[in-house]
């Protein structure tokens, strides 16, 4: 680790990755070895939890080529130099805005998406210029592997290295200075990341998690609403940060909503969803064991069916669990989603104000000023009106938490900024010298307290 970081400093020190050809040809590299390796990349995440191959390449490395493709397309544009007003306590002068590059960035992903949350980062911080470490998930091994063998191959490890492990590694690592840290994961583990960071002053991202209230009113298009929350929450088997974690339906429309997810939920995976290949499994032991345990007791509507031999939980629907119980205390992250009735707008707030900001926020309704009304009343990272999770596909929009669910978005041109220090330059001319700012100050007092209008 020493040595990698040491070749990392002396390798940033030498000004090569400040070149904008060597940054292009950097990400094209990667992006040839991930479009060669894709079916590759598909059999490792289905290795790790049997994730559908239509879901790997949609959600995994598409959306890294995406990445790829618009930050080679648009590098040169974002990294010149922007022109700003002078001052005129300044003149004459030019003055500008630079990115730069911080330095080493240290990315730690999970396994939840273990392929696209890994690399996304990672190329928005090669675009910037600077070097990379990259930790993926232990809890994510096949992925894990072919992560590193693919970055191995296509960077020497002085530009962008990947460590393998699980927390003592994260933890070494973490001990180490860095000049920018990207962290996906628990907000536990983003306390951890961000204390760590403060010893060294390092400015961190934090791609947190969350409760995601997913609100359907009396006036939603019931059936459009129940596909698009369906598909939102058991794609990936629920093991998405931006799932509708818990339902806040009308209670005029309850039964209906409940109906119509059943049926969809027939229609994506069949009548018996263990033997779809559309379905994916629970990633790890231990967060399969704590979801199974978490139904015990509660009032299902749907599903509900386990196997231990593969980690396997069906696409289940929980009437209205009690609010104490571990399904409306954590963040769910599995197929397990609760249906609860509200009566009125009160009730809202109850449910979504007893929890920390989360990630993501849905509302489906008709009615313009309750969609206005419910998109500025919570704070939460991003959402959508009349869908789930589809925000996170629309690169001009910055994906990223607020609190306790994170800080920072990134995403197209918003993870180049994220990545840069934007320098602030002035370049004055010599020719003119106001001497009216030296002292000994020769200007009326009266005059000085006119002085903002300059600035
Ligand atoms: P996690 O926090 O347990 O682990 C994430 C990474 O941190 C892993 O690489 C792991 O090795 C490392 N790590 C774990 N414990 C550590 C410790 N004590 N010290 C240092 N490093 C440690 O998260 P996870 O279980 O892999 O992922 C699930 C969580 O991630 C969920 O809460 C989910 O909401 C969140 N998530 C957020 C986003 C987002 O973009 N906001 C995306 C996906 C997942």
Known sequence: MEDLIQKQNDFFASQQTKDINFRKQSLQRLMQEIKDREDAICDALYADFKKPKFEALATETQLVLAELNYAIKNISKWSSPTPVETSWTNFPSKDWIQPEPYGKVLVISPWNYPFMLA?????GAIAAGNTVV???????????????????????????????????????????????????GSTRVGQIVYKSAAEHLTPVTLELGGKNPCIVDESAQIKLAAK???????????????????????ESVKDLLVEQLKQQIQQFYGENVETSPDFARMATAKHYQELKESLKGQ??????????????????????????????????????LPIIPYTTEADLDRYILSHAEPLALYVFSRKGDFQKKIM?????GGGAINDTVIHISNKQLPFGGVGQSGMGGYHGKHSFELF???KSVVKRSNWLDVPLRYAPYKIPIRWVKKIRHLF
């Open 228 to 250: 698009r929350i369906a598909w939102g929450k058991f794609i990936n088997a629920g093991q998405t940060c931006l799932a509708p974690d818990y339902i806040l339906v009308h």
């Open 134 to 184: 990259l930790k993926p998930s232990e809890l994510s091994p096949n992925t894990s592997k072919i992560i590193a063998e693919i970055i191995t191959k296509v960077f020497p490890r002085e530009h962008v290295g990947v460590v393998e492990g699980g927390v003592e590694v994260s933890q070494e690592l973490l001990s180490k200075k860095w000049e920018y840290i990207f962290f996906t």
């Open 376 to 380: 500025s009343r919570y704070r939460f």
């Open 420 to 422: 840069s220090h934007h």
């Open 299 to 336: 009032k299902l509507l749907f599903g509900g069916e386990c196997n231990d031999t593969d980690q396997y939980i069906s696409p289940t629907l929980v009437d209205a669990p009690d609010r104490q119980s571990a399904l409306m205390t954590g963040e769910i992250f599995g197929p397990i």
């Open 119 to 123: 690399l996304a980062p990672v190329v």
